[in-house]
Nanobody
Framework: EVQLQASGGGLVQAGGSLRLSCAAS????????IGWFRQAPGKEREGVSS????????YYADAVKDRFATSRDNAENTVYLFLYSLKPEDTAVYYC??????????????????WGQGTLVTVSS
């Protein structure tokens, strides 16, 4: 059974940091690109970051560039998303997703085959 378990969310003050984890099982982790998406209250889900399988190349949305970082530990089947200098507008449910092929369109949700259940990040002002 394929599972993606996102964790690490919580309540943090503006300017603070968090580390989100996405633990994967049920598929060959090394062969998948892993993306992070988020959905704020009343808004559509949007892409945040992605780390590709072939070369480990990373992509970031403009809104989080220079504040977020993603990395993968293939030995642990886990991808991390480090959130720094958090802002209230970063408040959202964060989802991780796995793509069987490195996406041609990094933020296209249809490129991702499996999705986790999400973890809530709340940033207070």
């Amino acid at each position: 059974e394929v599972q993606l378990q996102a964790s690490g969310g919580g309540l943090v003050q503006a300017g603070g940091s968090l580390r989100l984890s996405c633990a994967a099982s049920g598929f060959t982790f090394d062969d998948y690109a892993i993306g992070w998406f988020r959905q704020a209250p009343g808004k559509e889900r949007e892409g945040v970051s992605s780390i590709y399988r072939n070369n480990g190349r990373t992509y970031y949305a403009d809104a989080v560039k220079d504040r977020f970082a993603t990395s993968r530990d293939n030995a642990e089947n886990t991808v991390y998303l480090f959130l720094y200098s958090l802002k209230p507008e970063d408040t959202a449910v964060y989802y991780c997703a796995a793509a069987r092929q490195d996406p041609r369109l990094v933020w296209a949700e249809y490129e991702y085959n499996y999705w986790g259940q999400g973890t809530l990040v709340t940033v207070s002002s």
